[in-house]
């Protein structure tokens, strides 16, 4: 189990590092104007995302791998799956903001991308204090 949880660690590792520079092109992006300077910024928003997708699968599934393995329980877990959840919706809403910036249907200013791009570390925060501290 030591290797999954090690897989485990590095996925999220990864999969983190891509929610905090994907929302941080989306803040140069709604502040680029040159068409050159906008399509290269789509282009790395496409790549970046259909990169990170599926690390962010092989995070859950040695998660959930780890879970079963180990029958973790108690309620700091369920607030750490919770969590989960919350951040897959944040990869997946990163997903459809790709798409609208790739048709130029974004409405968004470079603020609320600044602030957007806030969530996953309070997630991280959040997820790390659960499982080092187990606090409930």
Partial sequence: MLWVKAFHIIFVVSWFAGLFYLPRIFVNHAMASEPAEIARLKLMERKL?????????????????LWLGYGIGGAWMVVKFCLVLLLLGYHFYCGKLVKQFAADKNTRSHIFYRWFNEIPVLVLIAVVILVTVKPF
């Avoid at 995302?49 to 791998?65: E, M, S």
């Fill in 49 to 65: 995302y259909r990169f990170v997708t599926p690390i962010a699968w092989l995070a859950v599934g040695f998660g959930l791998w």
